[in-house]
């Protein structure tokens, strides 16, 4: 089934190559800007699934454009899976376009009528979660590349794909830019012959709206005394990964009344009793190590739920704990409320890598254990030992994750310097990203208007970066480096960050 959406996506975007045309016949609907308009941005994410990294990432990069454009200049349009998840998280103006599972026609009709693209997801071109969704990525960019309109991914991750999958971005991304959040994923990105930069996670600004108080207050109401050390811990099922279409299951769950395992329509959960054992002992090892550290420390344990398909995870771990313990779902609470808790946290052990992000701004020491690439890269990137990185399958998960504790205790003003000053560093890449986004934006409206050649609307202005230097990757020599607006040896930035 992903290789018919693939095929599906591909027709979609040769159709938008027609589109222009289609409309002046009075066949769906058209737009292209032209100087005085306002500029029409499509934010492309998963955004509406009560998934708080998520969320929190289109929150910033929407408030952003109208800080940077001004509100009066551009018309932003955020896609959903739920409008109602959503509510109070932008400006009144911002509209927000509901979509589902079953995208291409929707997210065709929204590309169509829009100037510009923005690819919000994080975890942007990877099979990890779901082949479908960088599907969704890719045919947005594949649309705006056909109708010669800019797309731009902000904060994006890039890591392993299918071989069908990476054969459809190569041809769907090629005229997209990239700001991917580490360079990591930047040296997989050119593997791929795709172009962009490393910047950072678009999460770093969030600070709008950061209820405090309210956290305070919710976690008393669940047994804190408002004196105790807070421990966080974020939990997921890093086994059900990745969700795939298939219509069997679909067709065998409506006939038997079985849809257990179903994400959404035809999308179904990774599931075996090999899959299920690992998610048991993961749970319990994590418990495991949380137990034997609390005998010792007197912290109190608030368990965190960053998407609503962490709730079983957050239940089960829950059972397994020996003290008492507060629960926060986002199924239940707004992003700000999650990022209010998760900058109370003394110490963090977390699956999430928006947790871990949402509370470094109070340098919260934090103990990664990880499913893939991206809290192993952000964790790298703090120079943290390798006693704080750990694996969802590792032996002797308890054990470790009450070593590294233990550890973080000890070294805990170390951390939090080293911490504070990453926070700090993200923090101004982001503004640099957005100043980068304003003029690229600004740049390829006015090339499309003037209608210069495509390589003057896509690289012109920019190969003031070397984009030779760019697409090699190579880090031992000295490179443009765009976030600071001007050549510096990059070896040497590394050297003076965390």
Not at 375 to 393: A, P, Q, R, T
Request: net charge negative; hydrophobic share 35%; aromatic share 10%.
């Amino acid at each position: 089934m992903d290789h018919v959406l693939s095929l599906l996506i591909f027709l979609m975007a040769g159709i938008a190559r027609f589109s222009k045309g289609f409309a002046g016949l009075g066949i769906g609907s058209y737009e292209e800007w032209k100087p005085g308009d306002k500029i029409k941005i499509l934010l492309v994410g998963y955004n509406g699934a009560r998934n708080t990294g998520s969320d929190v990432r289109v929150a910033v990069i929407a408030k952003q454009i109208g800080e940077l454009f001004g509100k009066d200049n551009v018309h932003i349009t955020v896609m959903t899976l739920d409008a109602a998840s959503l509510a109070g998280y932008f400006d009144k103006d911002v509209e927000l376009l509901p979509f589902s599972s079953l995208f291409p026609l929707d997210l065709y009709r929204a590309c169509c009528t829009h100037h510009a693209a923005i690819l919000c997801e994080g975890s942007t071109l990877k099979s990890t979660f779901a082949n479908g969704l960088t599907l969704f990525m890719g045919e947005a960019a594949g649309i705006m590349k056909s109708q010669k309109k800019p797309c731009l991914a902000y904060g994006s991750e890039v890591g392993e794909m299918e071989p069908f999958l990476t054969r459809a971005v190569k041809r769907l991304c090629s005229e997209t830019y990239f700001i991917t959040r580490t360079e990591k994923s930047l040296a997989a990105l050119n593997e791929l012959g795709l172009h962009g930069h490393a910047g950072t996670d678009a999460a770093w600004h969030y600070d709008g709206a950061i209820l405090t108080g309210e956290a305070k207050h919710m976690l008393r109401e669940q047994g804190w005394d408002g004196e105790k050390p807070l421990l966080g811990i974020a939990v997921i099922d890093p086994f059900c990964w990745p969700v795939r279409a298939s219509m069997g299951k679909w067709i065998k769950g409506h006939l038997t009344g079985d849809l257990s395992g179903q994400y959404d329509h035809w999308y179904f959960f990774s599931d075996s009793p090999s899959r299920r054992e690992k998610y048991d002992n993961y749970i319990r090892e994590v418990a495991l190590g949380i137990n034997s550290y609390l005998k010792e420390k007197d912290y109190y344990p608030v368990l965190i739920g960053m998407e609503r398909l962490d709730e079983k995870a957050v239940r089960d771990l829950r059972s397994r704990l020996e003290t008492e313990s507060a629960v926060f779902l986002s199924s239940d609470h707004t992003a700000s409320i999650m990022t209010g808790v998760l900058r109370e946290l003394s110490a963090l052990v977390t699956s999430r890598y928006h947790a871990a992000v949402l509370s470094m701004e109070t340098g919260c020491p934090i103990i990664a254990i990880s499913m893939d690439e991206r809290l192993d890269s952000i964790m790298k990137e703090l120079s943290y030992d390798g006693s704080f990185i750990l694996h969802v399958g590792e032996e002797e998960l308890g054990q470790k994750i009450e070593r590294a504790l233990s550890l973080a205790e000890t070294r805990k003003n170390k951390i939090q310097e080293r911490t504070l000053r990453y926070a700090s560093e993200s923090k101004r890449k982001l503004s640099a990203m957005g100043n980068f986004m304003k003029d690229y934006l600004e740049t390829k409206l006015r090339a499309q208007e003037n209608a210069s050649s495509m390589e003057e609307i896509y690289f012109g202005r920019f190969d003031s970066f070397d984009r030779g230097d760019r697409l090699s990757g190579d880090r031992d020599r000295g490179r443009t480096d765009p976030l600071s607006g001007g050549r510096k040896d990059l070896r040497a930035r590394e050297s003076s960050g965390c």
